[in-house]
């Protein structure tokens, strides 16, 4: 799901996509200076392996996402919020959502064995 920049407002605008297991669930609205806040919830499972003894590991999601989305380059500093650049005037919600999901991939997590 694409989403271009002008069709944002102050108004949010609701989405929700769903890929492999999980579900993405938000909404978008326009916070001033070229800045578009999301706020959704990423619920569901993925399979990692356990960083220790690289068994199979279900990882149960309900993950709430709080960032801004700056079109353009962003070159301030907010307090409240982490801030994403596009470059292409479009928010491009299932490449967020993968960036999420390799995020919370990242970390470590053991199995029921290992811990």
Same mark, same amino acid.
């Given at each position: 799901m694409i989403i271009n920049f002008r069709k944002v407002t102050k108004t949010p605008l609701d989405f929700n996509i769903e890929s492999n297991? &999980? $579900?993405f669930k938000g909404s978008l609205k326009y916070d001033g200076e070229n800045l578009v806040l999301l706020q959704a919830t990423i619920t569901g499972s993925i399979d990692l392996d356990c960083y220790l003894c690289a068994n199979e590991v279900v990882l149960p999601l309900? =993950?709430? $996402? =709080? !960032?801004? &989305?700056?079109d353009g380059a962003y070159s301030g500093l907010h #307090? #409240?919020? #982490? $801030?994403? =650049?596009? !470059?292409?005037g479009h928010i491009n919600i299932e490449e967020l959502l993968n960036s999420e999901i390799e995020l919370i991939k990242s970390g470590y997590h053991s199995c029921e064995d290992c811990k």
């Open positions: 297991n &999980i $579900v309900n =993950e709430d $996402v =709080e !960032f801004l &989305i700056s #307090d #409240d919020y #982490d $801030v994403v =650049e596009s !470059f292409d």
